[in-house]
């Protein structure tokens, strides 16, 4: 066994698709093909079935690319340790849900791309937090930023850098935006536009209201926080969202905060997860050290 084996490995256990992962290792099929079977053969192990042209991880493989991305960890470590000039490069892959990076990152990448320009970034957004998770448990991610309730995992090392503060807002022709406070179950017949069901904000919206017997069904949702701020500016419904993606909007007059005369129980933090196995290497040690400088209370 031998680590360009685990390399192949690791690619075909992503895509599950051999041609592919011949076209991203500049191989021929059949290199792929051998490698793979050398590997099942060295381990005695089926790593993947075949069924008919679809390609499956078994257990046993996801049990072996758990160890294939901990020895690449190890060989990326000992080859950066030999490394003498200091200089800090390499490609970063981050998921960050969209209000994160419309309203926490432009400046901080730009910042330190500046700085450490051979550093390169593939920012995911699209993923939901269990996409995500998983991701960042196989080694496709290096690093998770999230607002959610308080994470903790056994797996996963989470840092907690600040509260977010999440707020109800509304068209500033409907009756709320000239309330001094308004109750949560008032809020039981309103018009709702919110963010996927999987958001953690979401949740406790739903939470909240269902202690009060009431049943949050809202007229649509969107994964895009500036398509649902574009709806409550219509006067389609409320929303609830981060202060920070809305508060230059209140300042100027687009829409209006809605303010309860209560708190959650629970709140809403920005956090960094990384898996407890995973090697912070320069580049990634030193991104998340600039996160907790900007984002640390």
């Known amino acids: 066994m031998d680590t360009k084996q685990l390399n192949t490995f690791r690619h075909l256990a992503k895509s599950l698709n ?170 039981k017949d309103q018009n709702f536009i919110l963010t996927e069901p999987s958001c953690g904000y979401r949740n406790i919206l739903t939470r909240e209201l269902l202690k009060l017997g009431h049943k949050l069904d809202p007229n649509m949702w969107f994964e895009n926080t500036e398509a649902i701020k574009q709806c409550v500016m219509s006067n389609m419904g409320l929303s609830f969202l981060p202060k920070i993606a809305t508060q230059s909007d209140i300042n100027c007059g687009a829409f209006s905060h809605v303010k309860l005369d209560q708190k959650f129980d629970t709140e809403i933090k920005l956090q960094l997860i990384t898996h407890k196995d995973k090697w912070l290497n320069p580049a990634l040690n030193e991104f998340i050290k600039q996160l907790k400088e900007k984002f640390g209370e």
């Open 18 to 187: 051999f041609s592919k992962t011949a076209d991203e290792l500049n191989f021929a099929q059949s290199t792929v093909s051998a490698q793979i079977r050398s590997l099942e053969n060295e381990l005695r192990l089926t790593l993947f079935d075949r069924l008919g042209k679809k390609v499956v991880l078994t257990n046993e493989g996801q049990s072996v690319l758990n160890y294939a991305n901990r020895f690449m960890t190890i060989e990326d470590e000992f080859i950066t340790s030999l490394k003498k000039d200091g200089e800090i490069t390499g490609e970063l892959n981050i998921f960050a849900p969209n209000t994160v990076c419309v309203y926490h990152l432009p400046q901080l990448l730009t910042d330190f791309k500046a700085e450490h320009e051979k550093v390169n970034f593939k920012l995911r957004a699209h993923y939901d937090t269990k996409r995500a998770l998983s991701e960042l448990k196989s080694g496709n991610i290096d690093l998770m930023i999230v607002l959610e309730e308080e994470f903790q995992h056994s797996d996963f090392n989470v840092n907690c850098l600040r509260d977010e503060e999440i707020i109800m807002v509304c068209n500033n022709q409907h009756p709320f935006s000239k309330r001094a406070k308004v109750s949560l179950d008032e809020l």
